[in-house]
């Protein structure tokens, strides 16, 4: 990913004879208007992955950072897009899809835009200095390079990581540095601070029926994303990385791309490995297994990069180096996961679909869906209805937030995490649509943890489940026909086994890691101890640490009901570490 950072400045400022970074980066040509300097562009370094275009007519400055494709998967002209996006953001996201963020100004007026892939593959941040100028960048650390000053953490977010598992869509953990909501826009006009207003609307009108493109949606992105380029499928086995194994497949891209399966062998309950390399076969990809066991999760590492947040992937950095030494994915070889598919397409019916299904006076279809909730969950249709109704309740009375798992060792945090989209989920349309808005909400979830992404490297992972045109196309899925009696996310499944009738599409049993984060513990145990325990989190009072002792205690002893809160406070301390220089990281 390019880490070139834009500096807007306020109206009426003339530009800086030196550049504030003190290892002095190279510019690109400023914007001016009546010879002032409107906003420059510092190229921190490049990344032929990404490529940069640029340019002006007589009414707009532009610069344009990823791919910009249409509907059809074509490139889209970047000063067209530009002009949509001076005059209204959401003109642009109806129109064109990418993974890319466009910075664009009007000569004539001095407003400003900057706006990314709506759904998350592209993250911006900024920051506004002392001077009232509006800095934008990619990456964090760009950010932190222009200030000239050490970042500090932000308490606050770290608490609310700890007792939430994640803070406003907004912040991030550092003083002073933002993140840009999932689906909204910078916009500043001359004179004003920036202000952020949203740029794509989630809740779309869904249509009858099964959506019967899924198959040519997931092909259409992958097409637009790979290229010409060799990859690495990050294929699980499961029914999200067997879809895609099989869109490659379907549309010619296959011989281009690796699987990889990170698999415990110790393990063979799910048989993940075998299921994999079925679909590899199936596909004719090369197929490598990786296994887990080589570097289990806290194991300590030297490679610590400050991120945005903290997140869960700070406990496999080991795991993930591992993969780096043994060239993978490889240089200029991006890695495809099929994260997100699940929150999508409801990996669990949620109760709610019955109030939907009734919104909508489809009485029949509402009693079915009672019928298949309880053969879902082996109950009565008495006691699904009884759940239905305590489920809407539930949701209704704590508004469009998500709730927190409660803890044992983290001192508790007053309020609830917010989503992305919670203002939109109080449209009177979506009040009568419980599912909806439960569907509408897992998506911002899941865009919010898109932020810090798996390899924590400067490329980003190709993640096409959450590409524009199948976010989309999900959207426009009734939930009442996502599931049946047995099977959830039944579209995708329909779809996907018409192409290919593996029965990989209809398992229903997921992997399950929480064996090897427990192994991890166990031979980690004196490395979890010194990092958690002596850490700044018990010294900020945030963390109760006889209790986080007991939980590690029972952890090693196999017990992995506090496993959640362990990881939370390991990853937080470890994101801390990066404030001090990028310290390596020791056991004892």
């Known amino acids: 990913m390019n880490a070139t950072v834009a500096v807007f400045r306020p109206e009426g400022l003339a530009t800086p004879s030196s550049n504030p970074a003190p290892d002095h980066p190279p510019q690109a040509a400023p914007w001016r208007i009546h010879r002032l300097c409107v906003a420059r562009f510092i190229l921190a370094s490049t990344d032929p992955d990404t490529p940069a275009h640029h340019g002006e007519d007589d009414r707009v400055f532009w610069r344009l950072e990823g791919d910009l494709f249409d509907a059809a998967g074509c490139r889209f002209d970047p000063a067209t897009a530009a002009a949509l996006a001076l005059r209204n953001p959401t003109a642009l996201t109806r129109s064109a899809w990418g993974t890319y963020w466009l910075s ?127 990859a690495v499928l990050d294929l699980s086995g499961g029914l999200d990385s067997s879809a895609i194994a099989v869109a490659l497949h379907a549309c010619g891209l296959a011989p281009r791309v690796r699987a990889l399966t990170r698999v415990d062998t110790t393990r063979d309950a799910g048989d993940e490995g075998n299921a994999a390399a079925a679909v590899a076969r199936h596909c004719g990809m090369q197929h490598m297994r990786y296994d887990l066991r080589h570097r289990l999760p806290f194991t300590p590492t030297h490679r610590i990069r400050r991120c945005a947040r903290p997140a869960t992937a700070l406990a496999f950095l080991a795991q993930l180096d591992d993969l780096a030494r043994r060239g993978l994915p490889g240089p200029g070889r991006p890695l495809i996961n099929g994260h997100g598919g699940d929150a999508l397409f409801l990996a669990l019916p949620p109760h709610a679909c019955v109030i939907d299904a009734l919104a909508r006076l489809r009485l029949r279809r509402a009693a ?113 026909d996502l599931f049946s009696g047995f099977h959830a996310r039944l579209p995708l499944r329909e779809a996907m086994h018409r192409i290919a009738p593996l029965d990989n599409f209809w398992r229903r049993d997921k992997g399950d890691t929480t064996h090897t984060m ?70 004892d």
Not at 109 to 130: H, I, K, N, S, W
Not at 450 to 461: A, I, K, Q
Not at 545 to 566: K, M, P, S, Y
Request: net charge neutral; aromatic share 4%; proline share 7%.
């Open 368 to 480: 079915s869906a009672l019928r298949d909730l309880a053969v879902f969950h082996r109950t009565s249709l008495w006691q699904a209805a009884s759940s239905a109704a305590r489920a809407v309740l539930a949701q209704r009375g704590r508004g469009d937030r998500l709730a927190a798992a409660p803890g044992r060792a983290v001192h508790p945090m007053p309020g609830q995490r917010h989503g992305a989209f919670d203002p939109l989920l109080r449209r009177w349309r979506l009040l009568a649509q419980p599912a909806k808005r439960l569907q509408i909400a897992q998506l911002g979830a899941t865009l919010d943890e898109t932020m810090v992404h798996f390899g924590l490297d400067s490329r980003r992972p190709l993640l096409p489940f959450l590409a524009q045109p199948v976010v989309e196309l999900a959207l426009r899925c009734r939930p009442e």
């Open 518 to 587: 427990l192994e991890g513990l166990l031979r980690n145990e004196a490395h979890v101890r010194a990092l958690c325990l002596e850490g700044r989190c018990v010294d900020m009072g945030l963390i109760d640490r006889q209790a986080l002792e007991t939980l590690i205690r029972r952890g090693v002893l196999g017990d992995g009901h506090g496993l959640a809160e362990i990881v939370r406070v390991y990853t937080a301390e470890v994101f801390l570490l990066a404030q001090q220089c990028h310290a390596p990281m020791r056991a």
């Open 104 to 230: 664009a100004c009007d000569k004539t007026t001095g407003r400003c835009v900057v706006l990314a892939d709506p759904c998350g593959q592209f993250p911006l941040f900024y920051r506004v200095d002392a001077r009232g100028s509006l800095h934008v960048a990619p990456d964090i650390e760009a950010l932190v390079a222009l200030a000239g000053q050490p970042a500090q953490p932000d308490p606050a977010h770290i608490h609310a990581w700890l007792a939430h598992g994640g803070a406003a869509p907004g912040s991030t953990a550092w003083e002073g540095l933002h993140a840009l909501p999932p689906g909204h826009a910078l916009v500043r006009e001359p004179g004003s601070t920036a202000r952020v207003i949203l740029a794509w609307d989630p809740c779309i009108d869904t249509v009858p029926g099964a959506p019967a493109d899924i198959h040519a949606a997931l092909c259409g992105v992958l097409h637009a994303m790979l290229g010409n380029r060799e």
